[in-house]
T-cell receptor, first 114, second 113 residues
Framework: GAVVSQHPSRVICKSGTSVKIECRSLDFQATTMFWYRQFPKKSLMLMATSNEGSKATYEQGVEKDKFLINHASLTLSTLTVTSAHPEDSSFYIC??????????FGQGTRLTVV | AQTVTQSQPEMSVQEAETVTLSCTYDTSESDYYLFWYKQPPSRQMILVIRQEAYKQQNATENRFSVNFQKAAKSFSLKISDSQLGDAAMYFCAYGVINNDMRFGAGTRLTVKP
């Protein structure tokens, strides 16, 4: 299957700083990537849909200025958590869809804000 | 809005036995896809099986099979000959081409030796 690489897998940052998470499709071009947040023992909650070359579409309740998403190329999307606070600590997962609609997921990033 | 419901937060099965995980969904679309994903402790999402809504035949992948009832909007996963490595969270998901996927709340499967 297709490979999606997410980096870093774990990150700890200080409250008030920003952190960037990268999502790369290694062997296919993904015109659309998705960013999810997963709380402990909970399901994946869609945060935003990232389209190459255009602005991301955010789900209701997700702060656009807080979670900056950039999809600069067909193989890279980034999520930047700005001015992070402890409540932003979570597991973030990206996925990329192929033309067959099957989604391939990155390994996820565990963010801890201290 | 499309919703996916998994009514079993936890399930348990004896090794080598069979277990069925339930999933129902709600949609007004006629063409869509359904998936079962496995999330082990590593938290990597792994596709287990998928079903195209236009196909009447139930999908199978080795020990994994589904019972797809389109009229009832039901999509259950059957795991035969359960193995210890099958222990994980299982998520049912719904997707429409070129759109995002929606996930159920998940079912935690425990396999007893």
């Amino acid at each position: 299957g297709a490979v999606v690489s997410q980096h870093p897998s774990r990150v700890i940052c200080k409250s008030g700083t920003s952190v960037k998470i990268e999502c790369r499709s290694l062997d296919f071009q993904a015109t659309t990537m998705f960013w999810y947040r997963q709380f402990p023992k909970k399901s994946l909650m869609l945060m935003a849909t990232s389209n190459e070359g255009s602005k991301a579409t955010y789900e209701q309740g997700v702060e656009k200025d807080k979670f900056l998403i950039n999809h600069a190329s067909l193989t890279l999307s980034t999520l930047t958590v700005t001015s992070a606070h402890p409540e932003d600590s979570s597991f973030y997962i990206c996925s990329a869809r192929t033309e067959n609609t099957e989604a391939f997921f990155g390994q996820g990033t565990r963010l801890t804000v201290v | 809005a499309q919703t996916v419901t998994q009514s079993q937060p936890e399930m348990s099965v004896q090794e080598a036995e069979t277990v069925t995980l339930s999933c129902t969904y709600d949609t007004s679309e006629s063409d869509y896809y359904l998936f079962w994903y496995k999330q082990p402790p590593s938290r990597q999402m792994i596709l287990v099986i998928r079903q195209e809504a236009y196909k009447q035949q139930n999908a199978t992948e080795n020990r994994f099979s589904v019972n797809f009832q389109k009229a009832a909007k039901s999509f259950s996963l059957k795991i035969s000959d359960s193995q210890l490595g099958d222990a994980a969270m299982y998520f049912c998901a719904y997707g429409v081409i070129n759109n995002d996927m929606r996930f159920g709340a998940g079912t935690r499967l425990t396999v007893k030796p």
